[in-house]
């Protein structure tokens, strides 16, 4: 038997966007545990909006397990959020709220910035680094600074160790973002993926003194581009049939649903 560090990782409840959280937990198995050998686990909702602090018990129900490369015997938990029955899911579970398909193809690009000491990567204490042009796809420290690509690249290492379906990685346009892509077939797996992606940046930049900012205008109304994800997206019917008739009729259909 061996002892595996399992990190259980879900996401809280504050909003309009929920931050990742994880802890970890001992268990002994004869091999790496499968998802149906995970148990269910609790945790205190008081602390991460999700329950008031009279009733703050909370579930947390494994969904996919990934290889752990940081950790000796490390197991990386996505989980869901339940209540404390186990049964049924919370309100600030969305995941359970997801059609799923296996035929839905998702092509995820995570843009995002670097921060240190309140400011993105690269920018001086006070006013800005020299105009937008040079950074996207950027060579050289003057364009990308000194430590952003080994952040970049341990991350695209233990992504692709940890069986996420990393697809690539670029400089952005503004100074300290970069950007990663994850493909996922299935709904929900293409998003526990992007999770995992997330939660593996976000772990890995704490050793250097570094946060990641994900929000979409940090910089405000200024001339710096902000961060996007861009999802590309297909179902079975779309890739194999296709035709001009059906997108017009989808894009007919977004359309609806597009605010002005």
């Not at 560090?5 to 309009?16: A, R, S, V």
């Not at 040079?134 to 600074?145: D, E, H, I, L, S």
């Amino acid at each position: 038997m061996t002892k595996y560090k399992l990190e259980y990782i879900w996401l809280d409840g504050y909003t309009p966007v929920p931050n990742l959280r994880g802890k970890t937990q001992i268990k002994e198995f004869a091999e790496f545990p499968t998802l149906e050998q995970l148990p269910l686990w609790g945790f205190d909702g008081s602390s991460t909006q999700q329950a008031e602090g009279h009733s703050s018990d909370c579930v947390l129900k494994p969904v996919a397990v990934y290889p752990d490369p940081a950790r000796t015997n490390g197991v990386l938990v996505m989980c869901e959020v339940m209540m404390p029955d186990g049964v049924t899911p919370h309100v600030s579970n969305k995941r359970a709220t997801i059609l799923d398909d296996e035929g839905a193809w998702f092509g995820f690009e995570q843009e995002y910035f670097f921060y240190k000491d309140g400011r993105p990567l690269g920018f001086p204490e006070s006013g800005y680094p020299a105009p937008q042009g040079p950074y996207y796809t950027g060579v050289g420290y003057k364009n990308v600074g000194d430590v952003a690509r080994t952040i970049v690249e341990e991350h695209l290492d233990l992504c692709l160790a940890a069986g996420i379906n990393h697809e690539g990685i670029n400089a952005e346009v503004a100074k300290g973002q970069w950007e990663f892509q994850i493909f996922g077939k299935g709904s929900k797996k293409a998003a526990d993926q992007m999770w995992m992606a997330r939660y593996l940046l976000q772990r890995l930049t704490e050793k250097y003194g570094i946060d990641i900012e994900f929000h979409c205008k940090p910089l405000g109304d200024t001339d710096w581009n902000g961060s996007g994800m861009h999802a590309n997206f297909s179902t079975a019917y779309m890739r194999e049939v296709g035709g001009k008739a059906y997108f017009e009729a989808l894009m007919a259909q977004f359309d609806k649903n597009l605010l002005d």
